[in-house]
T-cell receptor, first 116, second 113 residues
Framework: EPEVTQTPSHQVTQMGQEVILRCVPI?????FYWYRQILGQKVEFLVS????????KSEIFDDQFSVERPDGSNFTLKIRSTKLEDSAMYFC??????????????FGPGTRLTVL | GQQLNQSPQSMFIQEGEDVSMNCTSS?????WLWYKQDPGEGPVLLIA?????ELTSNGRLTAQFGITRKDSFLNISASIPSDVGIYFC?????????????FGTGTKLQVIP
């Protein structure tokens, strides 16, 4: 069964450093998302991406964040200058196979980001 | 923004018991989703509901989309130890051609063998 994959599984970085989190969505999906989950809390929407542009972003997704689909398979989340409060699990999700329900989002296993 | 209130926050049950959890919102959603999250992993979709009043089963799991479109419940029958995890409801609305999903606060389920 196709699945969303994410790398790395765990990223440790120093405050102020840039990080890039990588995702490979399900291959025929059209909509891509990033979510964040601070330890012990609920999953929070960050951004959605469709047709090579951001469809919507939350108030969490400030100028320090950016997303990119550099090729036909990868979808990345960049945090330019990490802060301590960016420490969280980051989940990528995808949805929208042609002819399918666009709202069934499938999640990757997540990247645990630890900012020291 | 839209908020989903999920209850209970946590529950301890004996293996074999049935479990019920629910989700309410002040806003209408056109799809309800239930996910399970195991520790250190991403949410896994359990059930998707697309129509008000819809009752859908997936093995021992049953979920319903409330008539008002503002609530949903999930039942797990005859719980087993591997049911342990956090269950999230999620509601979605159409937002400019794609579905915007809002997650509930989660219900942490512990099953005592």
């Amino acid at each position: 069964e196709p699945e969303v994959t994410q790398t790395p599984s765990h990223q440790v970085t120093q405050m102020g450093q840039e990080v890039i989190l990588r995702c490979v969505p399900i291959s025929n999906h059209l909509y891509f998302y990033w979510y964040r989950q601070i330890l012990g809390q609920k999953v929070e929407f960050l951004v959605s991406f469709y047709n090579n542009e951001i469809s919507e972003k939350s108030e969490i997704f400030d100028d320090q964040f950016s997303v990119e689909r550099p090729d036909g398979s990868n979808f990345t989340l960049k945090i330019r200058s990490t802060k301590l409060e960016d420490s969280a699990m980051y989940f990528c999700a995808s949805s929208g196979s042609p002819g399918g329900a666009t709202d069934t989002q499938y999640f990757g296993p997540g990247t645990r980001l630890t900012v020291l | 923004g839209q908020q989903l209130n999920q209850s209970p926050q946590s529950m301890f049950i004996q293996e074999g018991e049935d479990v019920s959890m629910n989700c309410t919102s002040s806003s209408i959603f056109n799809t309800w989703l239930w996910y399970k999250q195991d520790p250190g992993e991403g949410p896994v979709l359990l059930i998707a509901l697309y129509k008000a009043g819809e009752l859908t089963s997936n093995g021992r799991l049953t979920a319903q989309f409330g008539i008002t479109r503002k609530d949903s419940f999930l039942n797990i029958s005859a719980s087993i130890p591997s049911d342990v995890g956090i269950y999230f409801c999620a509601g979605s609305v159409n937002s400019g051609g794609y579905q915007k999903v809002t997650f509930g606060t989660g219900t942490k389920l512990q099953v005592i063998p």
